[in-house]
């Protein structure tokens, strides 16, 4: 009879975590295998031409090259939200690729069954000098 009860409340208590994951990951709308991934307006070559244009070298000069990677998630309506620096490089290189980022129009969202979704990005944003 102990054993008994006890593989009931064992398969009551899985099924209640079970639902309660469940639970969690209908509140979390961020596919992690879409059908397409989030797209900067006219792709990569765009993406690139944006960046030139409008990335600044941050003042005052500091001889630091390399690389920030700001993490963001593109929404379903193809705006940047909560945008981060997860790789930082130095401060002020940060703050330039955050504001950067911000900048950015909007994205073609990520799409999974033929519907736009929320999708987490991460972007490398690279400070280099050219050779003279």
């Known amino acids: 009879m102990k054993t ?3 593989i009931c409340i ?4 899985l099924y209640t975590i079970n639902a309660k994951a469940q639970s969690v990951s ?10 397409s991934l989030p797209q900067f307006p006219g792709g990569l070559d765009s993406s690139g031409s ?5 990335l600044r070298w941050p003042e005052p000069y ?15 309506n193809g705006r940047i939200i909560k945008p981060e620096v997860i790789r930082p490089l130095y401060t ?3 703050a330039e690729a955050l504001r950067v ?8 969202p990520a799409r999974l069954n033929g519907k736009a979704i929320d999708k987490e990005y991460s972007l490398p944003i690279s400070f280099t ?4």
């Open 4 to 6: 008994l009860l006890t």
């Open 10 to 13: 064992l398969i009551l208590s």
């Open 26 to 35: 209908k509140k979390k709308e961020i596919a992690t295998l879409p059908d």
């Open 50 to 54: 944006f960046l030139k244009r409008n």
């Open 62 to 76: 500091i001889d630091v090259q390399g690389r920030v990677i700001v993490k963001f998630i593109v929404a379903k």
């Open 92 to 94: 002020t290189f940060d």
């Open 101 to 108: 980022v911000r900048l950015m129009p909007a994205w073609v």
């Open 129 to 132: 000098l050219a050779e003279d």
